[in-house]
């Protein structure tokens, strides 16, 4: 029993993180498919973001990388283990839970030794472990505190330290920056990117919010209703999403019927737009128009611009940009974001005014208007 | 401006008041019953134990004096601290299930647990009677199965009064666990299994820490429960196990020395008393409503 868990804490230090490896991941509830056939490669040391609306299965799939729950069909591979049946307290796993869960009847220094403790390495060793974790989270001192004392930042530090004290090879987190204010959450953003840069281990992170999911990550895989949609770079996924799903779901896209017009054309009405990408082969198709990547333009236009022309049905101020509502001819209102600074609201004309918006052919996405 | 503002001021200060008035008047009637069904009795009570004929402390010396009383008290007291322990032996594994089973098998358990509640306690005390005695079914399966030649003598001394008052106090042990259990939050036993800790070692360091409210509070109440527990004792114990209640029975009914009845109450009633504020100071998280 000793020398097995001394075994594990040996190899943790030795490789600092683990490939996973997700093959045929199936869960049904009765008629439910929480999960449907769901296979992920995740590289040692990348931060893997699961991005999808609520219901989308990322939950069942933290869980079932946790240990916490078991698959209808398929396994899970950390390095060349198969770990599918491995209860969760030996996988070696730091898991940060949505709502911190603390111990709330121990000091910090407890909670964040717990790990440590558990694997029955002598005090002598793990108080310098603790002390080098809480540092690492900037609450060096806290030791003594209790989790009733700490705000709700620092009860965020205080679970990422216990989750990393003990030189895991794999990091879970299950939505853990969502209790956060807008604010404190974007700091715990860059400081978990570069935490994540520091320590090395695979991350997989859980989140609903795609600003978070794009600026952490290296990849990003997107679940909708149990599948996996798109796994990308953030570049590429939002550059460049591959259905209706993902242009609709990643960005602020307003998503419009077109006709297609030959091999790289598309019309909105009488618009002609041109595309730098190759348009999905066959059935009806969309176009998924971002509403930063349309520019005000001259009437005439600037050489090489897709233009739309419209009229102006809304004008929304929301401090850093105004968000405009344009009614195209021929119907369809999209919408666009336009800086608010001096010159940027000078161009916007009064409501019911004429304007002529352009969009570069390599930002002129078109997706199938068929879901998948 | 003001002239409003402080007539604003002025009716939510009326209004505070009346909100008082209504307070106190909703709960005039508890009150007047607790000082007139309790207080009341209580008083006359500890009057009667010091007044006979005039002030004096007569029936307490005889409590101190006399060794039958410090015997019958130690056995009451050492008779209450088993029936905690043997309840909440048996207790914890039944309000760890009910608290995490799916709501269909915990409504059954938990309606297993109190339904007994409904049948009175003399009869399910000459239940165990009939179960218990020489001629009854558990001597009757422990000969069957070959344990025993003759049968145990179950009834008529401690043993029977113990394995009564379990069944009968089980349910004060388990619902006060039940509740405790319930709010531990499943996060915090997925992070200790996620954090290394083993089922023993969460169980130790996690789960029972964060159940003890439930287990003070149980213990506590079976313990004071019993410390005056009087029928089933009375009807098993077979008149061997002298409990305090039955001194206190014993001097009314054989007696009718009402003085020393009233002081052996007393000093029982301190005990209890002791033990809750004992227990207050040791654990002030079960007693309290905020926690976590």
Redesign the interface.
Known sequence: MLARTNDVVHDMTENASVGVSIRGLSVHYGAFRALDNVSLDIAPGEFMSLLGPSGSGKTSLLSIL???AAPSAGSIWFGDADVTLT???R?????V???Y?L???MTVGENVA??L???RIAKSAWRAEVRRALDLVELGGFEERSV?QLSGGQRQRVALA??IV?HPKLI?MDEPLSALDKQLRESMQIELRALHGRLGATTVYVTHDQREALTMSNRIAVLKAGRLVQVDTPERLYENPQNRFVASFIGEATLVPVQRVGTDCVSIGSAVLRSTRSLPASGPLLIALQTEKLVVASPGGEAGLNLLSGVVADVIYQGESLRVFAQLEGGPVISFRQPSHHAGRGQIPQRGGAITLGLHPSDTIIVSAEDG | MIAPLAKAQTSLRDSGRSEELLFWLLLAPALLMVAALLLAPLTWLALQSVWENGFTLENYRRLVVEPLYARSFALTFRLSLEMSAVTLLLGYPVAYAAAHLSSRWRVLVLGLVVVPFWTSVLVRSYAWLVLLQRTGVVNKMLQALGLTNAPVMLVNNEIGVTIAMAHILLPFMVLPLFAAMEKI?E??I??????????L??FR??YL??SMPGVIAGSVLVFVLSLGFYVTPELLGGGRTLLVSMLISRNIQLYDHWGAASAISVALLACVLAILALARTLAPSAWSAE??
């Open positions: 946790g240990g916490f209860p969760p307290h996988r070696g796993i730091g898991v839970f949505q709502n869960a111990f709330p009847h717990f790990p403790r558990a694997r009733a216990r989750a003990f879970l | 939050p996060e915090l997925r992070a200790a299994a996620s954090l290394g800790g083993g089922p070692y969460t360091r996690v820490p964060l926690d976590r």
